[in-house]
């Protein structure tokens, strides 16, 4: 049993995350999103990410928040989904990441994981409450 358990060790990569190269992720083609808003919605997460990495390091309120919820609801309204959103989060942080220091990078990778959860978020709350509305709309239809 030993030998089987060492075998299927070899098969499975050590770090499997290693293996997935961030080129494959970025250049997938994005859901339903025009490239000129994928590209508007990349800058605009990427200011967010900034902003975020700001407030961190500095005693200064950029309302992040407020951002990264205007974000969510465009991406709601162009209909895009969580993967059009790690899409844009990989394209926004690549670039950017690898130009500075090891350090930086990481503030900059921790600060735009925060913003990803939270566009994540946002984007969830959008679509549950335009299921919601239009479950209201089909009730109000049906009893009238």
Do not use: C, F
């Amino acid at each position: 049993m030993s030998q089987l358990h060492t075998a299927q060790k070899r098969t499975v990569p050590r770090n499997l995350h290693a293996s997935l190269r961030p080129a494959q992720v970025a250049e997938e083609p994005s859901g339903g999103l025009a490239e000129a808003t994928r590209r508007a919605l990349v800058l605009r997460y990427r200011i967010a990410v900034r902003d975020r990495l700001e407030e961190r390091e500095m005693v200064v309120d950029h309302s992040t928040s407020t951002a990264v919820y205007s974000l969510a609801q465009e991406l709601g309204a162009e209909s895009a989904t969580p993967r059009d959103v790690v899409d844009i989060h990989v394209s926004g942080v690549r670039e950017w990441a690898q130009r500075v220091n090891t350090q930086r990078s990481a503030a900059i990778v921790s600060a735009a994981e925060s913003v990803l959860i939270e566009t994540l978020g946002q984007l969830a709350a959008y679509y549950r409450a335009a299921a919601l509305s239009n479950g209201r709309a089909w009730r109000n239809e049906t009893t009238a």
